[in-house]
């Protein structure tokens, strides 16, 4: 069986402050990364998607992708209290009982105002 | 374009009855999967029906089924309902089964009593 883990938390910071959210995933194989953002009652929200080692940026979000120690990272600038939600960490995978993307179990983030 | 689309947003069923879930995937994908999703155990995978068969199965009992129309609109039904059965619910749809990225429907809340 395939994994995916994180750190469940709650990760809290204080509004402003860099959040650090990290993925360790079992399969050398993975080609395809992403993190989903949900908020408490709803459904997950894809907000990054990560294919080559090192970083991507999008806005506020920097996506961070080390194949080689199969590690995944999601580094969130600037935290506001909207950015309180818990994030999943979602893993490309060839099909079979686990589906075509394995997701970790979620980080809960807090950011405290 | 419009996103993934799902109802009932909410269901109160009996033990022993059953249910039928609808999603509606964004235009032109073709792959729909289904997730169910408990505080405990996370999201886990149900089954993927891309072109209107079924390509991937979780490891979840014959009551839960589904099946896919040729416009691509997906139907789970769990029969026999069990306490354990309450869950939200999850579609998530692709475009096609080389793209990994998936994008998930509002959910169906199911409440067995």
């Known amino acids: 069986q395939k994994e995916v883990e994180q750190n469940s938390g709650p990760l809290s910071v204080p509004e402003g402050a860099i959040a650090s959210l990290n993925c360790t995933y079992s399969?050398?194989?993975?080609?395809?990364f992403f993190w989903y953002r949900q908020y408490s009652g709803k459904s997950p929200e894809l907000i990054m998607s990560?294919?080559?080692?090192g970083d991507k940026e999008d806005g506020r979000f920097t996506a961070q992708l080390n194949k080689a120690s199969q590690y995944v990272s999601l580094l969130i600038r600037d935290s506001q209290p909207s950015d309180s939600a818990t994030y999943l960490c979602?893993?490309?995978?060839?099909?079979?009982?686990?589906?075509?993307?394995?997701f970790g179990k979620g980080t809960k983030l807090s950011v405290k105002p | 374009k419009a996103g993934v689309t799902q109802t009932p947003r909410y269901l109160i069923k009996t033990r022993g009855q059953q249910v039928t879930l609808s999603c509606s995937p964004i235009s032109g994908h073709r792959s729909v999967s289904w997730y169910q999703q408990t505080p405990g155990q996370g999201l886990q995978f149900l089954f993927e029906?891309?072109?209107?068969?079924?390509?991937n199965k979780g490891n979840f009992p014959g009551r839960f089924s589904g099946r896919q129309f040729s416009n691509s609109r997906s139907e789970m039904n769990v029969s026999t309902l069990e306490l354990g059965d309450s869950a939200l619910y999850l579609c998530?749809?692709?475009?096609?089964?080389?793209?990994?990225?998936?994008?998930f429907g509002p959910g169906t809340r199911l409440t067995v009593t």
């Open positions: 029906y891309f072109s209107e068969t079924q390509r």
């Open positions: 979602a893993v490309e995978n060839y099909g079979g009982s686990q589906g075509n993307l394995i």
């Open positions: 998530a749809s692709r475009p096609g089964q080389a793209t990994y990225e998936q994008y």
């Open positions: 990560i294919y080559s080692n």
């Open positions: 399969d050398r194989v993975s080609q395809s």
